[in-house]
């Protein structure tokens, strides 16, 4: 079977469980490795089953995916070999029957695709994959070798039937930018619950401690994504503002929250360094 290893995806389809990606790490967290191979579980003999494919993504983690009609989508992730660290906005889909991969290709500078990312929420109503916020690492441009880091708050549809990309309007009260979040769908709506948010705060300490992590959490945020098939619904016209209605192009939310928050302070170790990608 697949050797161990986590942040992976996984889908199901007809008797079988598909594994796809995630990463082994050392217990000393100074050694990972990243894996690409496809793994297949048939669940009426429970044996596992290698598909050496042409055309797999990449080794990564922290990547999403799920299964719709027989095929696996998966997007984003991140590679990292201990030296260098490499965020990814492709997109592929696995067809279980045709055991085929395809590359639906990488994200595009001109903004018509979502950017790099890991730890995104991926969910699909109807025929459309929807995909919001996520996490990523970029050098500072004010400082050598400095990381900064970003968690997204936008917002993506992918037809699948066509695999091009759309950018949806936020409206209403959208959640915060986060990671590593719970996304799923149910009727005509999408819920979001959960997440995280690292942020590195500089403060005037000894060189070795002058990066401090603070993590936010809003453990009770949730977001309501009410759905339609109407173009010509108005959001802002709904009579109850907390499940408003919206076109298929954009979205109206509600939420309710209370925040807890807490710290860590230290110097920058691996596992430090690679928290929010990994969820």
């Avoid at 080794?59 to 260098?84: I, T, Y």
């Avoid at 790099?116 to 025929?127: I, K, T, Y």
């Avoid at 590195?200 to 002058?210: G, I, L, N, T, Y």
Wanted: with cysteine; glycine share 8%; net charge positive.
């Amino acid at each position: 079977g697949p050797p161990a290893r986590s942040v992976h995806v996984a889908g199901y389809w007809k008797g079988f469980v598909y594994v796809f990606g995630g990463e082994f790490t050392s217990p000393n967290q100074e050694r990972f490795h990243h894996f690409k191979c496809l793994w297949r579980l048939d669940l009426s003999t429970n044996r596992w089953e290698e598909l050496k494919l042409r055309g797999a993504p990449s080794p990564r983690s922290g990547h999403r995916a799920v299964m719709h009609k027989g095929r696996l989508v998966v997007f984003g992730g991140f590679f990292d070999n201990g030296k260098k660290v490499k965020y990814y906005g492709d997109t592929h889909v696995f067809d279980t029957q045709a055991l085929t991969w395809t590359s639906v290709g990488e994200a595009s500078g001109a903004g018509n695709a979502p950017s790099p990312r890991s730890a995104a929420g991926l969910a699909v109503h109807a025929d459309t994959l929807l995909l919001y916020g996520g996490y990523s690492k970029s050098v500072a441009e004010d400082e050598l070798d400095a990381e900064r880091g970003t968690a997204h708050t936008d917002l993506w549809a992918l037809p699948l039937s066509t695999l091009r990309w759309e950018r949806l309007k936020r409206q209403g009260m959208p959640p915060g930018a986060r990671a590593g979040f719970a996304l799923t769908t149910h009727l005509k709506r999408a819920v979001l619950f959960g997440g995280v948010m690292d942020r590195e705060v500089r403060r005037q300490a000894p060189p070795q401690q002058a990066l401090h992590r603070a993590c936010a959490c809003a453990p009770s945020i949730s977001m309501r994504l009410t759905l339609s098939a109407n173009p010509n619904t108005n959001p802002n016209s709904a009579a109850r503002p907390r499940a408003a209605r919206c076109s298929s192009r954009s979205f109206t939310t509600s939420c309710t929250s209370c925040s807890a928050s807490s710290s860590r302070s230290g110097r920058r170790c691996a596992r430090s360094r690679r928290s929010s990608r990994t969820r």
